[in-house]
């Protein structure tokens, strides 16, 4: 796969530069990445389609998410997500910023300082993770690609420290070894053949399942492709995954952390633990999803 410019895809779209650059900056090409300030964009995207503009408030979650995150709307499904999803990937992964703060910055745009030093990549990855999730939304729809992948990873690290780091690669696979719950992963040579192979087996999926989305990101994580932000991005992928495929999301919530890796770390030999945690998970999201009026299948 190739890239082209604003310029080409404007002519090959028949619409205008600025029209390409507004549809990048909003997330709806998948695999659009930016390098500085010029946008490359993969030459086989597809033109997005034009936002539905009839009345009708949609029960069904993908669109409801759209609706409410093009129409700005406060206090419905999209506020929520955003603010529960981001503070608790955050805190798996160990952010110190509370509940109250990540609403804070999500609704003003601000932060309260009270007592704590607040770590500003903690806020960094915070908006970061916002802006990650509106990805997920807009491209909720497409088959899950390498490029958008890194382009997640692209998007939550930009602007950290780490960015600022020679060794640390933004929005591509790392140049170090790492290791996960202490034990070995893939090292970086081989890091983009085992993605591109396991994104071919999952792809090759016709119907996927709870079990197929949960085996993708045990694998996804054995691979740990980057050198740090993982986890937030693995599990970025199975919301997004559970959207595309009907399946109901689900937040990984902070307080199931043990069970969570727990079941991570017994997957191979036994499915049940991460099946039972992931499941009390979507129950605890179908909750929110009744509340709003919203369907879902299981
Ligand atoms: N035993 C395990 N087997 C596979 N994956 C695991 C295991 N234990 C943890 N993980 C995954 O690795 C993620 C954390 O990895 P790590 O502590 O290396 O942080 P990371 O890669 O920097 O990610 P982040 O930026 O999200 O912190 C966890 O959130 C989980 O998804």
Redesign the pocket.
Known sequence: MGYINVGAAAKKWNISERSVRNYCRNGRVPGATQDGLVWLIPDNAEKPARKQRSGKIPTDVISRLKMEKEAGINGGLYHKIQIDLTYN?NH???SRLTHDQTRYIFETNTIGVEDDAINVDDIVETVNHFRCIDLVIDQANYKLSEAFIKQLHFV?KTGTSDSRKAWFNVGDYKRLE????G?PTTLPAKVAGEIKALLKDYNSINKKTLDDIIDF??KF??I?P??????????LIMFKECLRNGITPFIVYDDLKGF??RG??E?KHEKGYLRDTILTCQDRFKVHLDYFGIRYND
């Open positions: 990937s798996i992964e160990g939550l790492n290791e996960v719950g034990m990101h045990y994580e054995k740990h980057f050198q740090d932000g993982n986890g937030r991005v693995g599990r969570y890796y991570l770390k997957w």
